[in-house]
């Protein structure tokens, strides 16, 4: 048993025993942790707000057999503008929700761990609109290895009248490959969605009314097809 250190960004934290909680963080160098605050459910707990949602934290860390224990956390950053915004923070909810769906334990996630960081700065900067949550969860598409097909037919390679989208066939396809289950899109909306993937989550392209919406519920439904899972966090939003 020894101390080390470690850093991560809080995913979510649950009761453990009368005065504990499991604290669940992402690292950039060991993946999903799972690690106990001592007393921090007591009203003087020496860890005050320190270990919330959001908050990337530098960590000392005793090492136990089965889950290590905080020993000293120091906030990095806080994101104090992100959590007075009602909008914001359910768009981090989502972003923390899918990025905790897909981290793994004891892997090194630099790549995971640098997207959630910067969805996160981007909500800090006061964008909090459906193309971040989009263009996010794209991203988060692409780092797991999953990103859709876009601008070529998902199934025949072929480029031009991308007219559907199939969830489960990898992304957008021409007519000649439409299959069950495939939506039909308004157009541009493949141009639009290929724009957001590749856009810097700091600096996206200007909004389209008539396909933000519907270019979320595309990247939404993706991910959930790929999670087997629904994104709770966006029924807020609905």
């Given at each position: ?159 031009g009248d991308l007219h559907r989208f199939s969830f489960g066939g990898g992304g957008a396809v021409c007519d000649r490959c439409r299959g069950e289950g495939s939506v039909k899109l308004r157009a541009g909306l493949t141009e639009y969605l290929a724009v957001l993937a ?41």
């Open positions: 048993m020894a101390l080390r250190h470690d850093q991560g960004i809080v995913l979510r934290s649950y009761p453990f025993g009368e005065a504990d909680r499991v604290v669940v963080l992402l690292s950039p160098n060991t993946g999903k942790m799972r690690t106990v605050a001592k007393g921090v459910r007591k009203t003087k707990s020496r860890f005050g707000g320190r270990l919330e949602p959001f908050t990337h934290v530098d960590l000392v860390l005793y090492e136990g057999r089965n889950l290590d224990t905080i020993t000293q956390a120091a906030v990095l950053e806080h994101f104090p503008r992100l959590r007075a915004d009602l909008d914001a923070v359910v768009a981090a909810g989502t972003m923390v929700e899918a990025t905790d769906a897909v981290a793994q334990e004891d892997e090194s996630s630099i790549r995971l761990f640098l997207l959630l960081q910067r969805g996160l700065k981007a909500l800090e900067s006061g964008e909090a609109s459906q193309d971040l949550i989009t263009a996010f969860l794209l991203k988060l598409a692409d780092v797991v290895g999953v990103a859709p097909s876009l601008l070529q037919c998902a199934s025949c390679g072929r480029r590749e856009a810097e989550l700091m600096a996206l392209p200007d909004r389209d009314p008539a396909l933000s919406g519907e270019a979320m519920g595309i990247a939404r439904r993706f991910v959930e097809y790929h999670l087997d899972r629904k994104l709770a966090s966006l029924a807020v939003m609905e």
